[in-house]
Every structure is written in structure tokens, then in C-alpha cells.
């Protein structure tokens, strides 16, 4: 219980492990980069309520998850966090995060459905690029910013959305660019920029 790190890539590649638990009395806080990395064969995943950050490429390549609930407790995901986690079908955010890091989803191609929580401001470049499954997206009032090709290449995306209401000011290059399945796009009027080639080859917008 007096656990509150685990180091880099202190379990990488460990392709027989199927199931990390952590107690609910434990005090770790702390998840450091590629901890996890290829654990290929890992399907459960249970976070204590006292982890804060997991950082960079730390459950990346594992394709054996097929759903992550994070902690309320948590505010960081770090850079490509579950990049190619291919078996991912569904994730469950804290309300305090307020910003999904580059490339933390990256081609996560089992990905169907994500839901933002209400803290969410910022989702940085290639986070759900090629998440070629995701079909269903809901963004909140509090998003102001997606980065460039945040959404590239997902091309299962339909019609978007962004509350009346929203606080989105910037919609960075490339962000939804090769998305050809989408139809439409209904932007927010406190909506400032749209990047260049943000929704180039989108050859389904009419």
C-alpha cells in the first residue's frame, strides 16, 4: 500500500500478464513512461482512486484492452498513453481532466464511442488520429481547442456537432482531415479558427 511509483518501464513487454489490480487503500500516484508498454496480453485494468498521472507511451501496444475507466483522482494522461491499444472499444474520463495529450489514443482502431467530460479544454494533436471505429463523439461546452490532426483519419466519424454553447476557438490543421465519412459539421459561434487542410479529403460533407 506504501506504493506510489511505477518506474519506467518497469513491466514492458511483459506479454503474460493479464490483469494489473491495484487495492483501493494504495497510494499510488505516480504511473511513469512505458510501464506497461506491449503487455499484449493485458485485458484488466483497475486504477486506485489516489493515481494522478500516467505518463508517456505507458499502456502503449497493449492490445488486449478493451476498456479503461480512469479515477477521478487523475489530471494527466501523458503523450501516446494507449497509442495502437487496437482492442480498445470504450473509455470512461474523470471530470477534472481538462486535456487529452498528443497522440494518447492514436490509432486505437477498436474505438467506437468517446464521451468528454465537462472539465475537457484541450485536445491535443494526433490524439484520436486513425481511430478508424470511432463512430459516436460528444463534446462539452468547455472544449476550446482541438490541435492539429486530433482526428485524422477516422473515418467512421459521422455528422458533428458542437454545443450552442461551446467555448471552441480553435480547430488546429489537419484536425479532421481524410475524415470521409463525415456529412456535416455544425460549428459554435464563439468558433475564432479553423486551420489549414482541417478537413481536407472529408469527401462526404455536403
Known amino acids: 500500500d506504501s506504493l506510489t511509483t511505477i518506474n519506467k518501464w518497469t513491466f514492458s513487454g511483459c506479454t503474460g500478464l493479464t490483469a494489473v489490480t491495484f ?24 486504477f486506485p482512486t489516489s493515481l494522478t498521472s ?21 489530471t494527466y494522461t501523458g503523450r501516446n498513453a ?7 472499444t470504450s473509455i470512461t474520463f474523470p471530470d477534472g481532466l481538462s486535456t487529452i495529450e498528443d497522440g494518447a489514443f492514436y ?25 478508424i471505429g470511432l463512430t459516436s463523439i460528444t463534446f462539452p461546452n468547455s472544449l476550446s481547442t ?24 480553435i480547430i488546429g490543421e489537419y484536425a479532421f482531415e481524410g475524415c470521409r465519412g463525415l456529412p456535416s459539421v455544425t460549428f459554435p459561434d464563439s468558433l475564432s479558427t479553423i486551420g489549414n487542410n482541417a478537413f481536407d479529403g472529408c469527401i462526404g460533407l455536403t
Request: with cysteine.
Open 23 to 46: 487495492p483501493s487503500t494504495a497510494s499510488l500516484t505516480t504511473i511513469e513512461a512505458g510501464a506497461f508498454e506491449n503487455c499484449t496480453r493485458l485485458t484488466q485494468l483497475t
Open 54 to 74: 500516467i505518463k508517456e507511451g505507458t499502456f502503449a501496444f497493449c492490445t488486449g484492452l478493451t476498456s479503461v475507466s480512469f479515477p477521478d483522482s487523475l
Open 82 to 88: 494507449f497509442s495502437e491499444c487496437t482492442g480498445l
Open 107 to 131: 490509432k486505437c482502431t477498436g474505438l467506437t464511442a468517446v464521451t468528454f467530460p465537462d472539465s475537457l479544454t484541450t485536445i491535443r494533436g494526433s490524439a484520436f488520429y486513425g481511430c
Open 146 to 169: 482541438i490541435e492539429d490532426s486530433a482526428f485524422a483519419g477516422c473515418t467512421g466519424l459521422p455528422s458533428i456537432t458542437f454545443p450552442a454553447t461551446a467555448s471552441l476557438t
